[in-house]
Structures are given as structure tokens and as C-alpha cells.
């Protein structure tokens, strides 16, 4: 009986998709006809013309972007900025990144990896209240319990492995931006790379929720930070390399990739 | 008025199955495509360029480099450029496209795919893909419309940025400063792939 079904219904589709294409075909052929004058420009290039119709629906996606070029009042310091950072990178981050992967097995980098992720679940926790949704929130909670205990301190995530609890990253930037608070003009922060007036602000609460901002010594705090950054770009080597590649103007790109990254976090 | 609305109601009716076909369609030829893809990167034994070139040849079918340079540029640039003009950056982007893409495989080799369901977004479909590394997870979105005679990409999204849409910046900025020769120069230079100076662009 059920096979049969399917083929009950193709009959009428069948009909009216011929009936339909013949409709259409009466349709496409005026839609055609109007748009040849604008388009005389582009005939060279593309002389099919369906295509050339469906290529000007694709430019619509974008166009809306570059038409209002992005505010950017500090964009001469927000160059020297991404020299600098990219330096800092490839003269000091990076080579102690490569000595110490050489030395400490990859197993044991994710574990720490894990370890400074777990610490950060006040900030994620916070922000998904915020943002309310107590589901992911929740899920957050649940995910530092687990790990915290049976995954060792957080060096291993058993949450995500056998209870299938994946972590809900949220800062208190995407907050703001949750509620509608526009990104601002784009700062590229020293050390810590691109970021917009919205985001640096969201620093600040998420500095606050971070305990390692509670260590007591100062340069305790600095070392910790430090080897958190060296573990996590000791996973990443190369990574940067590649994306400068595809750059043609660096910091035109970064600045670009950083936005388009963020709303879609904010989004999401 | 009647005719018309039976006519949009025909169109209806039709056009939504239609549609689960196409999207069903443009799932299986992407798989397929990265499926073949990984088998070559798995394969440890092959010459790398000889592997490289396998992987474009696979891919370029489903990769319209036409349509993605001339949407990098756009209608405010593109018509004004001449015939050669336009061939010759089509060529250097397709280039750069291509050595872009082989270069980012070979960080994520052991990588797994996960596939989403396709999504009809307007006339093009999207389809989602996971790339599980090893403490993290890359969306990637690839971006299909249909040239006329087949599915094929006119973009691709990683982690939400899409590579034309940042591409169509940097060539804004190039282009309102200086000439198409300065960005065919640019596209030159850096087409092989070289390291950009990060100060060099400072203006």
C-alpha cells in the first residue's frame, strides 16, 4: 500500500508542473525582455542569461554591507595596533607556543585547554541568565559539576563525552548585542587583537567573573594568563599564519572577519 | 487578478517538492565532493601536488570561481573594468580561491565532517557542514545557487564570516584609494601565496 501512495500523487503534480512550465515559460521570457537595457554593461561577461539574472539576486546579499562602509574613526591606530599585535605573534607568542609543544605532548595541552575552559563558567553561566536562557544556563552549571568532579578539575570533559552537555559560550559582548546595543566603532586592543566598543566594554564584567582575576599576586595572575594563552596557541599554530594569507589588506580583513564573526554569535 | 492567483497557487504546489529535491540534491553532490576530497588527504602515500591537483579537479565543478570574483568585486566595480581586466582578475582570484582552500585542508586533515540539512534560503540553498578539530568546532556553511545548468558555490561561510563578503571589503578599500592595476598587482604578488606585511597596507 505505501509504495503505492507516491505514485497516486505524482500524477496531478505532473500535470500541473507541465502546465505550470508552460505558464512560466510565458513569464521568464517577459521578465527577460525588461531587463536587457539595465543590464547592457554586464552582457560581455556573462553572456548566458539566466545566469546573469541569478547573479544579480546573489549581489543583493552583500551589497547592503559595502554600500555604508563600516565607522572607523581609529583606524590609524587600529593599524599600528594589528602591526604590533601580529608582531608580538610571530616573535614571541609563537616561538614559545613551538617550544613548549615540543615538549609537552598534545594530550595533555587539550587537558589543560579544558582546565582554564571549565574556570570560565561564571562568565558563561552569567551571561546566558542574562540573555535568559536559563535552559543553556543550566546546562552550563551542569557541565562545571561534572567536569569539576569527575572530570578532574576540569582537565577532562566528560559532560561532553558521555552526557552530551556542550558548552554554550556567551560573553557579556554578545549580551549587550543580545539586547540590541550596536557594536560601536572597532578597537583592536593591544595583545588581545580585534575587538569594538561594545565588546571592550563587555571586558570588563567578564574580567570580573573570571576567577583567575582572584588570584591574590599580581604576577602569579600574569603567569597564569600567559600560560594559558601559550597552551591555547600551541593547538592553533599555523592557524594564523594561514588566515593572513588569505588577507590582501590584513587589517581590512581581520576588522571585517571579527564583525561578521560576532553577529553571528549574537545571533545565534 | 484570478488567473494570476491560481497561477501563484499552481507555482506553490509545485515548487515545494521540487525544492526538497533540489536540497536533497545539493546535500549529496557536496558529500560526495568532500568525501572524495578526504580519501585523497588520507591517502599519506600520494605526491602532494599530484594530490593537490586531484582535489581541484574534484572540486572545480561545484565552485563557480566566475561568479564569486565578480561578486568580490560587484556591480560597482565589476562592469567598469575592461574584457582583459576582468579575465585576467577572474584568473588571479580563482588562483587565489583554490590555493586558499588546499592550504586550509592541509591544517585540518584528520578533521570529521558533520553534515547539516540544507537549507532554501531564497532561490539559493545553504548547506550546512561541522568540522570537528581537535578542542573545537568550525561551522562552515557552503552556498549554492543554481547557474542555469548546475548547483554550484558562490560562497563560502567559516564561523559565520563569509569569504566573499570579506573579500568585497578589501577590495572596496583598495579600489576607492588606488586602481585596478594597484589590486591586480596586489592579487599578484600574494597569489603565490606569499605572507602580506601587515603595515604595508597603512594608509
Not at chain 1, 150 to 156: K, P, R
Not at chain 2, 39 to 54: F, S, T
Not at chain 2, 178 to 198: H, R, V, W, Y
Amino acid at each position: 500500500m505505501r509504495s503505492q501512495t507516491p505514485r497516486i500523487s505524482f500524477k496531478p503534480t505532473l500535470v500541473l508542473a507541465v502546465s505550470l512550465a508552460i505558464l512560466l515559460s510565458g513569464c521568464s521570457a517577459h521578465q527577460a525582455k525588461n531587463q536587457k537595457p539595465d543590464d547592457s554593461t554586464l552582457q560581455q561577461a556573462a553572456p548566458a542569461a539566466p545566469e546573469l539574472e541569478s547573479e544579480f539576486e546573489l549581489e543583493e546579499e552583500f551589497a547592503e554591507a559595502t554600500e555604508q562602509p563600516p565607522l572607523d574613526p581609529l583606524s590609524g591606530y587600529n593599524r599600528l595596533m594589528t602591526h604590533f599585535n601580529d608582531k608580538v605573534y610571530f616573535w614571541v607568542l609563537k616561538p614559545v607556543a613551538q617550544g613548549y609543544r615540543a615538549v609537552v605532548p598534545e594530550g595533555a595541552r587539550l587537558a589543560v585547554g579544558r582546565f582554564f575552559n571549565n574556570l570560565l563558567m561564571p562568565v558563561r553561566f552569567t551571561n546566558n541568565l542574562l540573555q535568559l536562557k536559563p535552559k543553556q544556563a543550566g546546562t552550563e552549571l551542569a557541565r562545571f559539576a561534572l567536569n569539576s568532579t569527575i572530570g578532574v578539575l576540569g582537565f577532562a570533559d566528560p559532560a561532553a563525552k558521555h552526557f552530551d552537555l556542550q558548552p554554550y559560550p556567551e560573553d557579556f559582548g554578545q549580551t549587550l548585542g543580545h539586547y540590541g546595543v550596536g557594536s560601536g566603532f572597532h578597537i583592536v586592543l593591544p595583545l588581545l587583537g580585534p575587538s569594538n566598543l561594545r565588546d571592550t566594554i563587555g571586558l570588563i564584567p567578564d574580567h570580573f567573573l573570571d576567577p583567575i582575576t582572584y588570584v591574590d599576586d599580581f604576577e602569579t595572575r600574569l603567569a597564569l594568563r600567559s600560560y594559558k594563552q601559550v597552551n591555547y596557541t600551541s593547538l592553533h599554530v599555523g592557524e594564523y599564519e594561514s588566515l593572513k594569507k588569505d588577507a590582501v589588506d590584513l587589517y581590512t580583513f581581520l576588522r571585517d572577519g571579527y564583525e561578521q564573526r560576532r553577529e553571528k554569535l549574537i545571533e545565534e | 487578478m484570478r488567473h494570476l492567483f491560481f497561477c501563484i497557487l499552481l507555482s506553490l504546489l509545485c515548487i515545494a517538492p521540487a525544492a526538497a529535491d533540489d536540497q536533497t540534491e545539493v546535500s549529496k553532490l557536496l558529500q560526495e565532493k568532500i568525501d572524495a576530497v578526504v580519501v585523497l588527504l588520507q591517502d599519506k602515500a600520494i605526491d602532494k601536488n599530484d594530490r593537490n591537483a586531484q582535489i581541484i579537479n574534484i572540486v572545480s565543478p561545484i565552485f563557480n570561481y566566475q561568479t564569486m570574483a565578480k561578486l568580490s568585486l560587484g556591480k560597482k566595480y565589476w562592469p567598469e573594468l575592461s574584457a582583459e581586466k576582468q579575465t585576467e582578475f577572474s584568473n588571479l582570484f580563482a588562483q587565489r580561491i583554490q590555493e586558499s582552500y588546499l592550504e586550509k585542508l592541509d591544517i585540518y586533515t584528520d578533521e570529521k565532517v558533520v553534515y547539516g540539512q540544507p537549507q532554501a534560503v531564497g532561490k539559493q540553498i545553504h548547506m550546512p557542514t561541522t568540522l570537528v578539530a581537535k578542542d573545537s568546532k568550525i561551522e562552515i556553511l557552503y552556498k549554492f545557487y543554481h547557474s542555469g545548468s548546475n548547483w554550484e558555490i558562490y560562497d563560502v561561510e567559516i564561523g559565520g564570516v563569509s569569504v566573499i563578503q570579506t573579500y568585497r571589503s578589501q577590495f572596496d578599500g583598495v579600489l576607492s584609494e588606488g586602481t585596478i592595476d594597484d589590486l591586480l598587482a596586489k592579487l599578484k604578488t600574494q597569489g603565490a601565496f606569499q605572507i602580506p606585511e601587515s603595515g604595508e597596507a597603512g594608509g
